[in-house]
């Protein structure tokens, strides 16, 4: 498929209209059109459901639109390598990262590294540990942001950002424990939990829990904390998550309280083994490690 055709595709897919698509890409409409049916004859598929004001997409279109869009970002992202090596240091860093505590250092990374190369800019994709892995692995991001426990650690070399992780209870802000200081296992004896999405989380919490636990408790699972704090403040359950300073306009409505015995959780910028970085990325990491090292230094003589 040529990637010029996939650019079309993606715009029929947003627009959901061949004419609208055709004047965003100045062609005309019979052109367009055009290409659209001699893409589905190369496919062997439907790929649009045509009404006179709108073309969907099939299940196979959506599946298209999907890898479509990866290939033409890392046609984008391959070129953009290509002129980097050739030229002083530009272009953009990309990390994938779910809600951490440690994008506070990622921002200051950023500052200082924007200072030093004003023509890079940054890219972070929001997701899970699983999509974003997923990401880094077919070249769409150059980092990741991981949190314990970590999963196919022989993949990946790891630069540990200085921030552990506290683990909380989310929780209402008028419900009973609100008051306690921490919580403990037998505190959610026979209370609805909602879990984090990855199973290896759910055995440290299954763990920390212990004979507290019971599978029945769980009634709800989230790989975003942001969604499950709707449902803690719906009351639906109690949220076992690392600790977040903010959930936006449910602030009022929310409170966090650490586990006891406490659970923490190490963070780190992660990147595939024995895949080379582009320049950018590359000068980036080597940023980053300097960065670490003086922060470290610099806690070592506050302590």
Same mark, same amino acid.
């Given at each position: $498929?040529?990637?010029?055709?996939?650019?079309?595709?993606? /715009?029929? /897919?947003?627009?959901? !209209?061949?004419?609208?698509?055709?004047?965003?890409?100045?062609?005309?409409?019979?052109?367009?059109?055009?290409?659209?049916?001699?893409?589905?004859?190369?496919?062997?598929?439907?790929?649009?459901?045509?009404?006179?004001?709108?073309?969907?997409?099939?299940?196979?279109?959506?599946?298209?639109?999907?890898?479509?869009?990866?290939?033409?970002?890392?046609?984008?992202?391959?070129?953009?390598?290509?002129? =980097?090596?050739? !030229?002083?240091?530009?272009?953009?860093?990309?990390?994938?990262?779910?809600?951490?505590?440690?994008? %506070?250092?990622?921002?200051? $990374?950023?500052?200082?590294?924007?200072?030093?190369?004003?023509?890079?800019?940054?890219?972070?994709?929001?997701?899970?540990?699983?999509?974003?892995?997923?990401?880094?692995?077919?070249?769409?991001?150059?980092?990741?942001?991981?949190?314990?426990?970590?999963?196919?650690?022989?993949?990946? =070399?790891?630069?540990?950002?200085?921030?552990?992780?506290?683990?909380?209870?989310?929780?209402?802000?008028?419900?009973?424990?609100?008051?306690?200081?921490?919580?403990?296992?037998? =505190?959610?004896?026979?209370?609805?939990?909602?879990?984090?999405?990855?199973?290896?989380?759910?055995?440290?919490?299954?763990?920390?829990?212990?004979?507290?636990?019971?599978?029945?408790?769980?009634?709800?699972?989230?790989?975003?904390?942001?969604?499950? /704090?709707? $449902?803690?403040?719906?009351?639906?359950?109690?949220?076992?998550?690392?600790?977040?300073?903010?959930?936006?306009?449910?602030?009022?409505?929310?409170?966090?309280?650490?586990? !006891?015995?406490?659970?923490?959780?190490?963070?780190?910028?992660?990147?595939? %083994?024995?895949?080379?970085?582009?320049?950018?990325? =590359?000068?980036?990491?080597?940023? /980053?490690?300097?960065? $670490?090292?003086?922060?470290?230094?610099? !806690?070592?003589?506050?302590?």
């Amino acid at each position: $498929m040529d990637i010029h055709v996939l650019r079309y595709f993606l /715009a029929v /897919a947003r627009e959901g !209209n061949v004419t609208k698509a055709a004047d965003f890409l100045h062609l005309t409409q019979p052109t367009l059109s055009r290409q659209m049916a001699q893409l589905e004859e190369e496919a062997g598929i439907q790929l649009f459901i045509k009404e006179p004001r709108h073309w969907g997409l099939t299940e196979q279109g959506m599946l298209l639109r999907r890898r479509a869009q990866e290939l033409v970002e890392l046609m984008d992202k391959t070129q953009q390598e290509l002129l =980097d090596k050739e !030229n002083a240091i530009k272009g953009k860093v990309s990390i994938c990262c779910g809600e951490h505590e440690a994008v %506070k250092i990622l921002a200051k $990374m950023f500052k200082a590294f924007n200072e030093l190369y004003p023509e890079v800019t940054f890219e972070i994709y929001t997701a899970t540990s699983e999509y974003a892995k997923e990401r880094i692995g077919i070249g769409l991001a150059d980092f990741g942001i991981f949190s314990e426990p970590y999963e196919n650690v022989e993949q990946y =070399d790891y630069l540990y950002l200085g921030e552990t992780e506290e683990w909380v209870v989310l929780m209402r802000a008028n419900d009973p424990y609100a008051d306690k200081e921490s919580i403990t296992p037998e =505190d959610l004896v026979d209370k609805k939990l909602i879990f984090p999405w990855r199973s290896k989380v759910k055995s440290t919490l299954r763990n920390w829990l212990g004979t507290a636990f019971a599978d029945k408790n769980i009634i709800m699972s989230s790989n975003f904390r942001t969604n499950a /704090a709707f $449902m803690v403040a719906e009351g639906l359950g109690y949220f076992l998550n690392m600790y977040v300073s903010s959930h936006g306009y449910l602030d009022d409505k929310l409170v966090s309280k650490p586990l !006891n015995p406490p659970l923490k959780s190490k963070t780190s910028l992660v990147w595939l %083994k024995h895949k080379p970085l582009t320049p950018t990325a =590359d000068r980036f990491l080597e940023f /980053a490690r300097k960065y $670490m090292d003086k922060e470290q230094a610099t !806690n070592m003589r506050v302590d």
